[in-house]
């Protein structure tokens, strides 16, 4: 069984540029959410993708957008990148449509916005 | 809001002692889970607790929610080098737009040999 998958594993990106960060999900997994965790935060959510609807969405704005595919990996695009930005992006899937069950997390992506 | 507080932030202890770490919050959640988290990697799940009262054990770890599920603790016994990490909680709360996990800031714990 292969675990959540995140790519790319760092990047370094400057203000006003976009980013897109991806994430395969654990097999059989339908649900996605993604998470921005600030140096020396917990994660806060950014939104939830199940069956690529999205499910749910957190307090971000919306130059903060994602997809999800049919094969249910998934997509979050930033558009117009801030310093605070930075942060380590966290992707976690889980088996069910409902946001709280067990979630297992990928390694994340550390973004560096200068 | 809905925020889940979590203490102490910073926990450094010696091998062998025993510690608690806290997460409370005025809200109720369905479910509680705990996360411990190394640098550069991704929260790893330790255990869910859904029932008030509920009590867990996984080895030297026991894991407590509490009657009103507002709040949860987890205490360590002997501690060991190996357990140094980010313990983080999170309240999972069904339903809706809120279909997600709250987590808290973390107790980041270091234990010395």
């Known amino acids: ?114 | 809001t809905q925020l889940l507080e979590q203490s102490p932030q910073f926990l450094s202890i010696q091998e062998g002692e025993n510690l608690t770490v806290y997460c409370n919050s005025s809200s109720v959640f369905s479910s509680l889970q705990w996360y411990r988290q190394e640098p550069g990697e991704g929260p790893v799940l330790l255990v869910t607790v859904v029932t008030g009262g509920e009590v867990k054990k996984l080895k030297r770890l026991t894991f407590q929610f509490g009657d009103a599920r507002k709040d949860s603790s987890l205490h360590i016994t002997a501690a060991q080098p190996g357990d140094t990490g980010l313990y983080l909680c999170a309240g999972g709360i069904y339903g809706g737009s809120q279909g997600n996990l709250i987590f808290g800031k973390g107790t980041k714990l270091s234990v010395k040999p």
């Open chain 1, 1 to 114: 069984e292969t675990g959540v998958t995140q790519s790319p594993t760092h990047l370094i990106k400057t203000r006003g540029q976009q980013v897109t960060l991806r994430c395969s999900s654990q097999s059989g997994h339908n649900t996605v959410s993604w998470y921005q965790q600030a140096l020396g935060q917990g994660p806060q959510f950014i939104f939830q993708y199940y069956r690529e609807e999205e499910n749910g969405r957190g307090n971000f704005p919306p130059r903060f957008s994602g997809l999800q595919f049919p094969n249910y990996s998934s997509e979050l695009n930033v558009n117009a990148l801030e310093l605070d930005d930075s942060a380590l992006y966290l992707c976690a899937s889980s088996p069910g449509d409902r946001g709280t069950d067990t979630q297992y997390f990928g390694p994340g992506t550390r973004l560096t916005v200068l």
